[in-house]
């Protein structure tokens, strides 16, 4: 174990995790550990609202396929978020907002900028870690990080500004991530039976071709089916627009020609997608 303080605890449990971008407005809430960003290789993006910052974050996990970090002052600034970590929610981004909160020894007494941060994000998020004691800030921070990833949606690392500082002994944990099987053989075998029977086959190519980095492999099977291909809601980068098999998106604002060949399709195949209503309701 290592010795060093929260802050540094913090900051060296997002450099495990690759971090090399936050998104937020400076606040006296995390001012101790923002102070070593910098050296350890992160910059914060500064905006003018904390809502832009969530929602470039979502941005910037949809794009990379890496985490997106967002973080605020405590109160207002972590509220202003609420509406862009929703839209990462749905999304399935990997997006871990940071909300320091009013000191330990403040809560409940009208602390500076008091406010109850956990029940604001409690149904758009994947997990919640409260950093109720300095020694797990390392373990909890780590563990928003891999759950975001696993659970493919936004996680939420809380902490009492106090939290920041004093001295621990700590190991910085590795990051954890899930290998995804390929599927089983009898799911595959009958799949590619429906395929080989089908009659007017349709593609439809979801978010999770981009976050699989599987859009050449999307293209070739597109190819060898020969089969039109659509993409799902707000994944029009899942398969590209130059192909000539391309057929355009489904949805609010889609494309007529996609929604009329999904409703032509004896057999969809869905690709990275959890086909919601925009993409299945008639």
Not at 50 to 67: F, K, L
Not at 86 to 111: D, Q, Y
Not at 154 to 162: A, E, G, K, S, Y
Not at 224 to 248: E, K, M, T
Request: glycine residues 12%.
């Amino acid at each position: 174990m290592t010795r060093m303080t929260p802050s540094e605890a913090f900051v060296e449990t997002l450099v495990a995790n690759e971090v090399t971008t936050i998104f937020g407005i400076m606040g006296s809430a995390f001012m101790d550990a923002m102070d070593i960003f910098a050296p350890a290789g992160i910059e914060l993006v500064p905006v003018v609202h904390e809502q832009g910052a969530a929602h470039m974050a979502d941005g910037y996990a949809r794009v990379s396929g890496r985490h997106g970090v967002v973080i605020g002052q405590n109160g207002p600034g972590i509220s202003n978020c609420v509406t862009a970590i929703a839209a990462a929610f749905w999304a399935h981004s990997p997006v871990v907002i940071v909300t320091p909160e009013a000191g330990t020894m403040g809560m409940g007494l009208g602390g500076f900028q008091e406010a109850n941060q956990l029940p604001m994000f409690q149904e758009f998020t994947k997990y919640q870690a409260h950093v109720d004691n300095e020694h797990r800030m390392a373990e909890l921070t780590a563990r928003c990080f891999d759950r975001a990833m696993s659970e493919i949606g936004p996680t939420q690392l809380n902490i009492p500004r106090d939290r920041f500082y004093g001295e621990i002994d700590v190991e910085i944990p590795r990051p954890m991530r899930l290998d995804r099987g390929p599927g089983g053989e009898r799911s595959l075998d009958e799949a590619a039976d429906l395929l080989a029977a089908a009659e007017f086959p349709v593609m439809i190519s979801g978010g999770g071709v981009v976050m699989g980095e599987g859009t050449a492999q999307a293209v070739a099977l597109a190819e060898r089916l020969g089969c039109p291909v659509v993409n799902s809601y707000l994944h029009n980068d899942s398969f590209p627009a130059s192909h000539p098999q391309w057929c355009g998106p489904l949805g609010y604002q889609g494309s007529k020609a996609a929604m009329k060949l999904i409703a032509r399709a004896d057999v969809v195949l869905a690709l990275g997608t959890r086909l919601g209503p925009f993409g299945t309701l008639p």
